[in-house]
């Protein structure tokens, strides 16, 4: 039983180029999340999806894509990598609205 | 829009007892979780809150006053693997869930 597996763990990139940030789960979860969390800041979330075919936006989406096309994945999509996208990136899932968030281990992202 | 703080950083000694506050002005209330957060680690679950009051679990404990809108985390019995970050989140509407900013704890000897 994995729970929330992201990968990858590492990523850099140069500005301007696109990347897919996997999630998956494995607890059948509803409810799916993209959060970042930044030195010194909470976790800003960015796109969550409350099932299959359902996604809404967060704080701060933009110049981020999701979709969810089954339960057990949530990819984020970056359309065109800038360095202010430098973060550390958290996939989050929850059973119902009123549980816990159970997060993936993240995806510490530089962009130069 | 949504506010929530906690102190940034907090220092104690082994074996005390440290309380991290958090007050918070949300557009709609189902509840305010605790996460625990060791540096390069992901966020853990420590406690949930949704009616006033205290909820007790082990050495760590919760409190809610959804009226003063206001929430406490209590560690007892310091240890050094208590070093960590603390964040408060508050659900807010459709199960998303806004985080303060954390509260850096540092537990010396």
């Known amino acids: 039983n994995a729970g929330v597996t992201q990968t990858p763990k590492f990523q850099v990139l140069k500005t301007g180029q696109s990347m897919t940030l996997q999630c998956a789960q494995d607890?059948?979860?509803?409810?799916m999340s993209w959060y970042r969390q930044d030195p010194g800041m909470g976790l800003r979330l960015i796109h969550y999806?409350?099932?299959?075919?359902?996604?809404d936006q967060g704080e701060v989406p933009n110049g981020y894509n999701v979709s969810r096309s089954t339960t057990e994945d949530f990819p984020l999509r970056l359309l065109s990598a800038a360095p202010s996208q430098t973060s550390v990136y958290f996939c989050?899932?929850?059973?119902?609205?009123?549980?816990?968030?159970?997060f993936g281990n993240g995806t510490r992202l530089t962009v130069t | 829009g949504q506010n929530i703080d906690q102190p940034t950083e907090m220092t104690a000694t082994e074996g005390a007892i440290v309380q991290i506050n958090c007050t918070y002005q949300?557009?709609?209330?189902?509840?305010l979780f605790w996460y625990q957060q060791h540096a390069g680690e992901a966020p853990t679950f420590l406690s949930y809150?949704?009616?006033?009051g205290l909820e007790e679990k082990g050495r760590f404990s919760s409190f809610l006053s959804r009226s003063k809108g206001y929430s406490y985390l209590l560690l007892k019995e310091l240890q050094m693997k208590d070093s960590a970050s603390y964040l408060c989140?508050?659900?807010?509407?459709?199960?998303?869930?806004?985080f303060g900013d954390g509260t850096t704890l540092t537990v010396k000897p």
């Open positions: 989050a899932t929850r059973r119902v609205t009123d549980s816990p968030l159970h």
């Open positions: 607890m059948n979860h509803e409810y």
């Open positions: 999806s409350v099932g299959a075919g359902i996604t």
């Open positions: 949300t557009s709609g209330f189902n509840g």
């Open positions: 809150n949704v009616l006033d």
């Open positions: 989140a508050v659900d807010t509407n459709a199960g998303k869930s806004t």
